[in-house]
């Protein structure tokens, strides 16, 4: 299923004309291989940000671009907590043609220690972009953040847990480190403002499909937790390729 999978992946990047793509969760530098097999006669240049260890995943980002891949800088976060402490999660950065592209892939973890290293994990992100600070008008930042953008309210009627419009205090501290003195603006809610409406689009991990909204293994409803944050690019649209519903077998 996973190579299937990276395969199409691959041949939906060679159709698009994106000039960069970047992804998580690559933790297998086989099915990166598979992935850029079929979309490297576009994307000629790859970057997988890692360091060398035989006890590590690395950090699962992957930047793939049609021109050359510039100024490469990586910065492991100090700390992580679980399965996470297996990898390399990072903040990885590059140049591409004048833009400045930066992914990553923030502690997954909710309990203590995962909430405590999480907001580590941004405030060093922070200190990766203020290093970056003056050094291009054009930024492109993505990744999966794991921070809810809502707040989740128990319905009077279903009694499910369901969004409202109320921002969570994770999205609050995402907000104002990106928007404040760094001055980003969320990609996605520059084109969809209506946060009723318009939610967001997440992958849902336990059924392997993207929706914008989900069920938990309880039945609560989940959000969106991947972000484009962008700073001197208009945002112009997203699009769900496909949903990828696991296959019956």
Not at 180 to 192: C, N, P, S
Request: proline content about 3%; aromatic content about 12%; charged content about 25%.
């Amino acid at each position: 299923h996973d190579t299937l999978r990276a395969h199409w992946i691959g041949q939906q990047m060679k159709s698009s004309d994106a000039d960069v793509v970047m992804l998580a969760e690559t933790w297998s530098q086989k099915m990166v291989d598979v992935i850029w097999s079929e979309c490297k006669s576009v994307f000629k240049y790859l970057w997988r940000p890692r360091k060398i260890s035989p006890f590590k995943l690395g950090s699962g980002l992957a930047f793939f671009a049609r021109q050359p891949i510039e100024d490469r800088r990586i910065a492991q976060f100090s700390h992580l907590s679980g399965w996470d402490a297996w990898s390399q999660k990072s903040i990885a950065s590059c140049v591409v043609d004048g833009v400045v592209y930066v992914a990553t892939h923030l502690e997954a973890g909710w309990e203590d220690n995962g909430i405590a290293f999480r907001r580590e994990n941004l405030e060093e992100t922070k200190n990766h972009f203020m290093k970056l600070r003056g050094e291009s008008k054009k930024v492109v930042f993505g990744g999966d953040l794991n921070m809810a953008e809502m707040e989740m309210v128990r319905s009077a009627t279903t009694g499910k847990k369901e969004p409202s419009t109320l921002e969570t205090p994770w999205y609050g501290v995402l907000k104002g480190v990106l928007a404040g003195e760094l001055q980003f603006k969320d990609a996605f809610r520059e084109v969809y403002p209506d946060r009723v409406k318009d939610k967001g689009v997440t992958c849902n991990h336990y059924d392997n499909y993207m929706n914008k909204i989900f069920s938990g293994p309880n039945g609560e409803d989940i959000e969106r937790i991947d972000y484009f944050w962008t700073k001197g690019v208009s945002s112009v649209g997203f699009q769900v390729l496909t949903d990828w519903k696991r296959p019956v077998t």
